[in-house]
């Protein structure tokens, strides 16, 4: 993380007041917390800090009103939730996420505002739990997931596809698609990855039922691709999605 070397000046701002009598309704209090999140910085250069019924909720690097340095989140109980570091009101460098008792939990990199690079995620010992690549705010395939001794884990299930060929009768080549560990909380697209990224603006998505979702594909009279491509989207037991694709061959060349 680098290090902010502009004069920092200490800001205590927004403390909420509810009146003369201490006596306040819930509903001014409300009020409050949204305006100390949101109060405008215009010209200002320092640590700004914003309050919530007397709680540190973050402090803000400024430098001439716009955002410079390292800015912080708290905790309710005042633990370092996270920290980011920004250039010109942009997020760039590494961020960071901690668990309650201090320990770095994840570091996500960003250019220009936007997650691009490996996210690294880590054990309460320090130890590496997994790496995760973006590229340009958008996923890619590549996940590793390590346990606790360090092991790179494997064995994720793959896609499974079962055919029917009705081709010669109504111009119909199904594919029913299914994981191999059977879960049922599985999503399917048809389609690739674009320059190795996880763009599903550019895929379909099919329909799932219980696990199982079909892809039908129909006799186009023009040529197309020998294949199709699909990708399915699961949740590890670390909780990180993992994006698995298969590529199908297909035994006709127009269909779509």
Same mark, same amino acid.
């Given at each position: 993380?680098?290090?902010?070397?502009?004069?920092?000046?200490?800001?205590?701002?927004?403390?909420?007041?509810?009146?003369?009598?201490?006596?306040?309704?819930?509903?001014?209090?409300?009020?409050?917390?949204?305006?100390?999140?949101?109060?405008?910085?215009?010209?200002?250069?320092?640590?700004? %800090?914003?309050?919530?019924?007397?709680?540190?909720?973050?402090?803000?690097?400024?430098?001439?009103?716009?955002?410079?340095? +390292?800015?912080?989140?708290?905790?309710?109980?005042?633990?370092?939730?996270?920290?980011? @570091?920004?250039?010109?009101? +942009?997020?760039?460098?590494?961020?960071? @996420?901690?668990? +309650?008792?201090? %320990?770095?939990?994840?570091?996500?990199?960003?250019?220009?505002?936007?997650?691009?690079?490996?996210?690294?995620?880590?054990?309460?010992?320090?130890? +590496?739990?997994?790496?995760?690549?973006?590229?340009?705010?958008?996923?890619?395939?590549?996940?590793?997931?390590?346990?606790?001794?360090?092991?790179?884990?494997?064995?994720?299930?793959?896609?499974?596809?079962?055919?029917?060929?009705?081709?010669?009768?109504?111009?119909?080549?199904?594919?029913?698609?299914?994981?191999?560990?059977?879960?049922?909380?599985?999503?399917?697209? %048809?389609?690739?990855?674009?320059?190795?990224?996880?763009?599903?603006?550019?895929?379909?998505? &099919?329909?799932?039922?219980?696990?199982?979702?079909? &892809?039908?594909?129909?006799?186009?009279?023009?040529?197309?691709?020998?294949?199709?491509?699909?990708?399915?989207?699961?949740?590890?037991?670390?909780?990180?999605?993992?994006?698995?694709?298969?590529?199908?061959? &297909?035994?006709?060349?127009?269909?779509?």
């Amino acid at each position: 993380m680098k290090s902010f070397t502009a004069p920092f000046f200490f800001l205590a701002a927004m403390i909420i007041v509810s009146g003369c009598t201490g006596k306040g309704s819930a509903k001014k209090d409300s009020s409050a917390e949204i305006e100390a999140v949101t109060v405008p910085d215009t010209g200002y250069t320092g640590i700004k %800090q914003y309050f919530s019924n007397y709680r540190l909720l973050k402090e803000v690097t400024f430098s001439n009103g716009v955002r410079e340095g +390292l800015t912080k989140t708290y905790y309710q109980g005042g633990q370092l939730y996270q920290t980011f @570091w920004y250039e010109n009101g +942009l997020r760039e460098d590494s961020s960071a @996420w901690y668990y +309650l008792e201090g %320990q770095v939990f994840r570091t996500t990199p960003y250019k220009h505002d936007t997650i691009d690079g490996i996210q690294r995620q880590y054990y309460r010992t320090g130890k +590496l739990r997994a790496k995760i690549e973006y590229r340009k705010g958008l996923r890619t395939p590549f996940l590793e997931e390590y346990n606790q001794n360090g092991k790179l884990i494997g064995g994720y299930p793959e896609i499974v596809t079962e055919i029917r060929d009705e081709y010669s009768t109504k111009g119909l080549y199904r594919i029913k698609l299914s994981m191999s560990d059977k879960t049922t909380k599985v999503r399917f697209y %048809q389609g690739e990855f674009t320059d190795g990224r996880f763009d599903t603006s550019l895929i379909k998505k &099919l329909d799932v039922v219980n696990g199982i979702s079909s &892809l039908d594909l129909k006799k186009a009279g023009t040529a197309k691709p020998a294949y199709t491509g699909v990708i399915a989207e699961i949740v590890t037991q670390s909780g990180n999605r993992n994006l698995i694709y298969k590529k199908i061959d &297909l035994p006709y060349n127009d269909l779509k």
